[in-house]
């Protein structure tokens, strides 16, 4: 078992230093209690069942792909380790998931980079804005080298993080006026997750950006408590955001990479030969992720204009980029050798 403290997040009194200890042991006794044998066996022995949170729907993108891991992950460890997904926020929220696992109240969950940058703060690199030309650009950093060596920073937090699943690109929709130019935005309240990166993003460009669950979007766009908010096409159609926000435009400002993280202790006590079978069944779950959001967005552009919604495409993006280098001259410093692995790949 490792026994390293995590960095402790300020912003939740829980995770203060000391705090981690007694969580993690609640969370290794909770381990023990799944299933009738040892997952670290390698061999005949009971099984394990651990659980992975998921904040979408059953059909989404991200939790088939989740799925897939889970089938795999029983296949290549001869069901010794099963994996139940929890689709639909059934164990909380992102921000609540994550801390779940960091606790070991629960083992396993899909989350975004975003909120991960408060606990792992390099992974705020996936919220600077227009940082990737395109999805090609992005994976081509995340396979390589520095994209693993950026998934294991997750390890100084009591996680491990065993890949990357595709979140395509986020863009901005609003309930009455459309965003054209970066100008339309100053003034909105702009729901944004929680991150620091993202906050200052909406501020460069003027609005006001408002930290909050994703399950509380909807009626807070339909009551005017917000403007707009900003995600992927499979997220905005999926949670019904278009029937109150029907302006979408498609600037894509952000490719914030989705991580699979399981709790480190929980890793750390398995045999290394069922931590290299979830090794292998997330690493080969990723593709086919990808695979299934790619035909996932394309359905839900044409299911969005059948609705009516009106559709911006944003042609040149340069002006964006202008208006929000702050954001990047401000965050970037701190992240410079993964900005320049980005910077060499982008023509690769």
């Keep these: 078992m490792n026994t390293a403290s995590p960095k402790p997040v300020a912003r939740r009194s829980l995770f203060k230093a000391g705090a ?17 044998g040892s997952a670290g066996s390698g061999g005949g022995g009971g099984s394990k069942t651990f659980k992975l949170a998921e904040t979408h729907p059953e059909d989404y993108p991200t939790t088939l792909g989740d799925k897939k891991f889970a089938e795999l992950a029983e296949k290549y460890t001869d069901g010794r380790i ?26 396993m969950t899909r989350i975004s980079s975003a909120p991960m940058g408060e606990f792992v703060p ?33 390890e100084s937090a009591g996680f491990k993080g065993l ?22 935005v100053k003034g909105l309240k702009i729901r944004v997750q929680e991150s620091q990166v993202q906050i200052d993003f909406i501020n460069a460009l003027g609005g006001s950006p408002t930290p909050m669950a994703y399950g509380e979007v909807y009626s807070s766009l339909q009551s005017g408590l917000l403007d707009g908010a900003e995600n992927n096409e499979p997220s905005y ?25 399981i709790n480190k202790d929980t890793f750390d006590g398995l045999s290394s030969e ?17 695979e299934k959001w790619e035909t996932q967005v394309e359905s839900d552009l044409e299911k969005l204009r059948g609705e009516g919604v009106k559709i911006n495409e944003i042609a040149d993006i340069a002006p964006w980029r202008e208006a929000t280098k702050s ?22």
């Design 20 to 36: 981690f200890g007694a969580a993690a042991v609640a969370g290794g006794l909770a381990l023990s209690a799944c299933g009738g």
């Design 82 to 107: 099963k994996i139940q997904v929890y689709p639909n926020a059934q164990l909380g929220e992102e921000s609540d998931a994550i801390e779940q696992v960091q606790m070991g109240s629960i083992e």
């Design 122 to 154: 390099a992974m705020g690199l996936f919220s600077l804005p227009y940082l990737f030309d395109d999805a090609d650009h992005l994976w081509r950093f995340l396979e390589s080298e520095s994209g693993k060596k950026l998934l294991s920073e997750t």
């Design 163 to 184: 890949g990357y699943f595709d979140p395509g690109a986020r863009s901005f929709y609003t309930t009455k006026k459309p965003i054209l130019a970066p100008t339309d």
């Design 237 to 261: 159609l999926s949670a019904s955001h278009y029937e109150v926000a029907p302006n979408y435009t498609l600037d894509r400002h952000m490719r914030v990479a989705e991580v699979l993280l």
């Design 274 to 290: 069922d931590q290299e079978a979830l090794q292998k069944a997330a690493t080969e779950a990723a593709p086919f992720q990808r």
């Design 327 to 348: 954001v990047i001259e401000k965050h970037g410093a701190k992240l410079g050798e993964y900005l320049d692995a980005v910077e060499e790949l982008r023509s690769a």
